[in-house]
C-alpha cells in the first residue's frame, strides 16, 4: 500500500528525514573514498581519490552544520569528566610508554654503531601523491 | 595532469570507480528530490549546490574511465 509510506502530512517521507539520509550517505560515500584512496596503485587514481575525500568530508560538514542551526540534529550527550580524567591518565601512560620504547631501539640501534656514516634518510612524506 | 602518472586500472580501482558513480547518482538525486519539497530557502539552496558538486564528482569519475580507457589491455594477461 502506497499510502502506508506517506506520512501524516501527504509528503512520501518528512524533509528531516530525507536530510538525515543524505548525511548518512555523504558519511558512507566519504568512508567508500577514503578505502578507494588507501588501496589506489595508480598515482593519478589515488589523486583523484584523495580529492573527492576531501571534498566529500566537507559537504559532509557542511549539511551537518546547516541541520545543527535548523534543530534537525539533535545534539549527543556529552561525555562525563571522570571518563575524560580516565582517558587522559591512560593517554599519558601510553605517551611514556611509547617514548621508552623508542629510547630501548634507539640505544640498541647506537650499539651496533656509535655514529651514523650515512646521511639522514630524505623523508618521503613530500611525495606529492602520498599527501 | 602528468602522463607518467598514468597506468592501466587495476580490477579493484575499476570497482571503486563503479560504485563510486553509484553513490554519486543517489547522492544527486536525493539531494534534487529533496531540494523540490523543502520550503526552507537556505536549505534548498544548499542542496542544489550538493547537487552542482555531486555532478562533478560524477564528471571526474567518468573522465577517469575515459582517461584509462587506452592503457587497458584487451585481454587478460
Known amino acids: 500500500m502506497y499510502s502506508q509510506s506517506l506520512s501524516s502530512n501527504g509528503a512520501f517521507m518528512q524533509e528531516q528525514d530525507l536530510l538525515k539520509s543524505i548525511l548518512a550517505d555523504l558519511r558512507r560515500t566519504s568512508r567508500e573514498y577514503t578505502t578507494a584512496t588507501t588501496e589506489a596503485s595508480c598515482p593519478m587514481t589515488r589523486r583523484m581519490f584523495t580529492d573527492l575525500t576531501n571534498d566529500t568530508l566537507r559537504l559532509q560538514g557542511e549539511l551537518f552544520n546547516l541541520m545543527q542551526q535548523n534543530n534537525m540534529y539533535s545534539v549527543s550527550s556529552k561525555a562525563l569528566r571522570q571518563d575524560v580524567d580516565k582517558q587522559i591518565q591512560s593517554a599519558h601512560q601510553t605517551q611514556q610508554k611509547c617514548q621508552q620504547f623508542i629510547q630501548e631501539k634507539n640505544t640498541q640501534n647506537s650499539s651496533y654503531s656509535q655514529s651514523p656514516n650515512v646521511s639522514q634518510h630524505q623523508p618521503n612524506y613530500g611525495n606529492p601523491y602520498y599527501m | ?77
Open chain 2, 1 to 77: 595532469m602528468q602522463n607518467h602518472s598514468m597506468q592501466a586500472l587495476s580490477p579493484k580501482e575499476l570497482n571503486y570507480i563503479a560504485d563510486s558513480i553509484t553513490n554519486e547518482e543517489l547522492l544527486i538525486k536525493q539531494c534534487a528530490a529533496t531540494a523540490s519539497i523543502t520550503h526552507n530557502p537556505q536549505i534548498q539552496q544548499a542542496l542544489n549546490h550538493y547537487v552542482r558538486s555531486h555532478e562533478q564528482h560524477l564528471n571526474t569519475l567518468v573522465n577517469a574511465l575515459q582517461q584509462h580507457q587506452s592503457f587497458a589491455p584487451t585481454q587478460a594477461q
